[in-house]
């Protein structure tokens, strides 16, 4: 599975678009982007994935660059229940069956 | 639907002893894996579980093991416990075939005394 780097923290405002970043510059032609958040004391929840298109949904909308090197995760409007860890992963979806790497992930703290 | 659950919830333990923990999937859905949560090494994969058979497996010892049933339901085994095996373990299910969405159940809360 190829390595994620994302920021530690960021900060947002309330109703504000909500923009977090990863890097995957190892990342194969087969392999899928994925995005999961945990707030605290849960279970991490599925959020959004894609492969070289952009994805929306009615969650988030996920940004992948061409050479799909970086990814953008966007949270249109941000509100304080959004505040959780974000985790960027990628992997393959058929050969890894149901195995997640998880990194340290982004803490997103969305501020009134 | 209903969505993962996972029992107990919470269990204390003593160094030595045995736990088992209990998965229910989602309905309809073959795969089930399991995941250990601690403050120091994060999230880490333990294994996951397809059609009864053990499909992948983390890097953890021989005393974490676990089983499917033909219903899907799974359960986790670590046998003599120790203090670093306190954490959150979390159960996720998903379709299997593709994997591409896993759901996550609350997790149990194990704590080694």
């Known amino acids: 599975d190829a390595k994620t780097t994302q920021p530690t923290s960021m900060d947002c405002a309330e109703g504000r678009a909500a923009n977090l970043p990863c890097n995957h510059s190892?990342?194969?032609?087969?392999?899928?982007v994925y995005w999961y958040r945990q707030i605290h004391s849960q279970g991490p929840q599925y959020i959004i994935h894609g492969l070289k298109n952009n994805e929306t949904n009615e969650m988030a909308s996920l940004i992948i660059t061409e050479d799909r090197k970086s990814s953008t995760l966007i949270l249109p409007h941000a509100t304080l229940r959004d505040t959780a860890v974000y985790y960027c992963?990628?992997?393959?979806?058929?050969?890894?069956?149901?195995?997640?790497?998880f990194g340290q992930g982004t803490e997103l703290s969305v501020k009134p | 639907k209903a969505g993962v659950t996972q029992t107990p919830r919470y269990l204390i333990k003593t160094r030595g002893q045995q736990v088992t923990l209990s998965c229910s999937p989602i309905s309809g859905h073959r795969s089930v894996s399991w995941y250990q949560q601690t403050p120091g090494q994060g999230l880490q994969f333990l294994f996951e579980?397809?059609?009864?058979?053990?499909?992948n497996k983390g890097n953890f010892p021989g005393r974490f093991s676990g089983r499917q049933f033909s219903n899907s339901r799974s359960e986790m085994n670590v046998s003599t416990l120790e203090l670093g095996d306190s954490a959150l373990y979390l159960c996720?299910?998903?379709?299997?075939?593709?994997?591409?969405?896993?759901?996550f159940g609350p997790g149990t809360r194990l704590t080694v005394t």
């Open positions: 579980y397809f059609s009864e058979t053990q499909r």
């Open positions: 996720a299910s998903s379709l299997g075939d593709r994997g591409h969405e896993q759901y």
């Open positions: 992963i990628v992997r393959f979806p058929y050969n890894q069956g149901g195995k997640l790497i």
């Open positions: 190892t990342i194969s032609g087969n392999e899928y």
